[in-house]
């Protein structure tokens, strides 16, 4: 859609009807049980973490899902959304659709990161409030919390401080999602929930050479250096930075149990509560992939944050630990992009 079509659909948002839904149809306080048979929207399913998600759901039993593709439903368009919702009705709503991206697409695009990740989070919860699905779980991302803010990352220090600017806009997104949430909680009574996970890598990452995360980009960069044969890799900044990382099955374990256990205002933290420095990281990768040559550091590049953990003792009080630690996953994620990545890296 162009962007003059999705204006003239967004120019609309304020004059929607608010119909109540039957308070019998949620509860904010009880255990929710998902049915087998319920239906159940997944929105992202083609992503990293909407596809885990997806394989999460069809190992419990939950084969009864809701997917659509961008080209197949554009959920930037409010009439579009409103129309699907009206028609599927799904159950439950699992919101991991969002425009991504890493620093240099942040920091170029940041109108299209604002406008679009608001359309979408705008039109998905609010057709989920006025169609009374019982639950919607919302995404959001560890860049909500300021720049500043103490190690490790506690969900209270949300709004404390300014935001890292490149990715402000994105940011400014996912906590105006946060707070939507919790006011549709608040006004209406419908239990929809956020959720905010670490840095995160698995099966269908992304490994594009400017627009993939640390960690990916590693695996590809060594991954080349062995074939080529090159005597050294060059890694930017210091490798002093300290970064967490979570394997993304292990994150829809997480949205799945949550999903089921946490029914409450505010958002969880979902992470490992363990980090290391960039250096331990590639020096795993390097043996991971089998490359033998060695490590150069270009200090003449930004290090960025120095690090970012988060503070996921909440999320351990509701019951949940993560399973997967990092040089399994690192296998795991090699494995996946040898299988399906390499003769497309370009």
């Known amino acids: 859609m162009h962007a003059q079509g999705i204006a003239d659909t967004w120019c609309n948002f304020v004059f929607l009807p608010r119909h109540p839904v039957s308070s019998g149809a949620r509860s904010t306080q009880a255990q929710i049980k998902l049915e087998k048979n319920a239906k159940i929207y997944v929105a992202g399913h083609r992503g990293m973490v909407g596809s885990a998600i997806c394989r999460k759901l069809g190992e419990e039993g939950h084969h009864n899902l809701l ?3 961008s080209s197949e439903l554009d959920l930037r368009d409010q009439q579009a959304v409103a129309a699907f919702f009206a028609a599927e009705k799904p159950d439950y709503v699992f919101l991991a659709a969002a425009k991504v991206g890493g620093i240099i697409a942040n920091n170029t695009y940041r109108a299209d990161f604002l406008y679009e990740n608001l359309c979408i989070q705008n039109n998905v ?25 103490p190690q490790p990352l506690k969900e209270e220090y949300l709004l404390t401080g300014p935001l890292e600017e490149t990715n402000e806009p994105y940011a400014i997104a996912k906590i105006a999602g946060i707070k939507m949430a919790d006011a549709y909680r608040a006004q209406y009574g419908c239990n929809f929930i956020s959720v905010m996970p670490t840095n995160l890598y698995g099966y269908n990452d992304n490994y594009h050479p400017q627009n993939s995360h640390v960690l ?36 829809a374990d997480a949205c799945y ?20 420095t960039i250096k331990d990281l590639a020096l795993l990768i390097k043996t991971v992939t089998g490359y033998e040559g060695t490590l150069t550091f270009d200090t003449s590049k930004p290090d960025g944050t120095p690090r970012k953990l988060m503070d996921v003792s909440k999320l351990h009080s509701y019951g949940w630990k993560h399973k ?7 296998k795991m994620a090699y494995q996946d992009f040898l299988e399906k990545y390499v003769n497309n890296l370009h």
């Open 216 to 251: 990916p980009a590693l695996i590809r960069k060594f991954h080349e250096a062995k074939v080529s044969g090159a005597a050294s890799v060059t890694i930017w900044g210091s490798g002093k930075p300290m970064r967490e990382f979570l394997f993304a099955d292990d994150l």
């Open 67 to 69: 997917t659509r593709s």
């Open 324 to 330: 997967i630690e990092l040089p399994e996953g690192l």
């Open 125 to 149: 919860i609010h057709q989920s409030y006025l169609n009374g699905v019982k639950k919607l779980l919302f995404l959001g991302s560890s860049c909500i919390y300021p720049k500043l803010a």
């Open 257 to 276: 149990y949550l999903m089921q256990n946490y029914n409450e205002s505010g958002l969880v933290n979902i992470g490992t509560g363990k980090d290391l």
